[in-house]
């Protein structure tokens, strides 16, 4: 987690403020950290996902939640790829880049649409997936079960 510990020296009072809600605990402990630095995509996505049983933290801010993977490592990352701070590319780059987090699964999501193929060269990463906003639900509910059945990236689809 190298990676990640160096960001922490770059966090400020403004960074912390980015960390929207501690986790809230499920039954299966599955635990998604969202990013995003909407806050009523933070609240709608971590409402939907609380509801399906999900132990959800919401992070308004890409170096919010490269802190937060330091301190409590998710299942898995529903990212956005423009955020305010950095983009989600920035902190999929320094997850992939530390070998302790290179095997976390990663979903990312974004208003503007980008083709899978181009973003899977872009970040150099095969099983990147995307997920265009408003997602719905049935298509994250089952994007997720996949990528936590596999224990790994999830893979192209």
């Not at 971590?46 to 890409?62: D, H, I, M, P, W």
């Not at 989600?88 to 649409?113: M, T």
């Not at 719905?136 to 990236?153: D, H, W």
Request: proline letters at 4%; one cysteine or more; hydrophobic letters at 45%.
């Amino acid at each position: 987690m190298h990676a990640v510990v160096n960001f922490r020296s770059r966090l400020d009072d403004s960074y912390m403020e980015g960390i929207r809600a501690e986790a809230t605990m499920a039954d299966d402990g599955a635990h998604i950290l969202i990013v995003d630095d909407n806050d009523e995509v933070l609240a709608t996505l971590s409402e939907l996902l609380e509801a399906e049983g999900f132990r959800v933290t919401a992070c308004g801010s890409g170096l919010a939640a490269l802190l937060r993977i330091g301190l409590d490592r998710p299942s898995l990352v529903l990212l956005d790829l423009k955020l305010g701070d950095i983009s989600g590319f920035d902190v999929h780059r320094v997850i992939r880049g530390d070998a302790d987090l290179s095997d976390l699964p990663i979903l990312f999501i974004s208003g503007v649409y980008l083709d899978q193929e181009l973003l899977r060269t872009r970040l150099n990463d095969p099983h990147a997936r995307l997920l265009l906003k408003p997602v719905p639900e049935s298509e994250l509910v089952a994007e997720i079960e996949r990528a936590r059945l596999r224990g790994a990236r999830p893979e192209a689809a």
